[in-house]
């Protein structure tokens, strides 16, 4: 038995976590995220998307189908993507409340 990462099982000697987003466009931005760090990592999981939800599942295939700490470096660098998406939400959420606009300016633009 390994001990998986927060938020991930194990199944099948494979790490797995789902994810639900609020829309496709989400879960696709989710998808690029997972698949650019993968091949950083030259370690790439098996995603199956149906819509809003996200499943993936991390094994080493040729290390005979098993769990390895590439599978949990991989698992554990996924799960500092939520760490730095709730702070974004959170100062988009907070920045839309307080009546900022986000709005990039152009040099020389002068700040509306």
């Known amino acids: 038995m390994v001990d998986a990462p927060h938020d991930w099982k ?3 000697n494979s790490l797995v976590r789902e994810y639900e987003f609020t829309d496709f466009l989400e879960a696709m931005e989710f998808v690029n ?6 091949e950083k990592l030259k370690h790439h999981p098996d995603f199956e998307i149906k819509y809003n939800k996200v499943k993936l599942t991390i094994t080493t ?3 005979g189908n ?6 949990i470096e991989l698992a554990k660098k996924i799960n500092s993507f939520d760490d ?3 702070e974004e939400r959170d100062k988009k959420e907070e920045d ?4 900022k606009k986000g709005k990039k300016k152009n040099k020389g633009e002068e700040e509306e």
Request: charged content about 45%.
């Open 96 to 99: 839309e409340s307080s009546g």
């Open 61 to 63: 295939h040729d290390k």
């Open 33 to 38: 995220k997972v698949g650019y760090y993968s």
């Open 84 to 86: 730095v998406d709730l």
């Open 10 to 12: 194990e199944e099948n």
């Open 66 to 71: 098993k769990i390895t700490d590439k599978d």
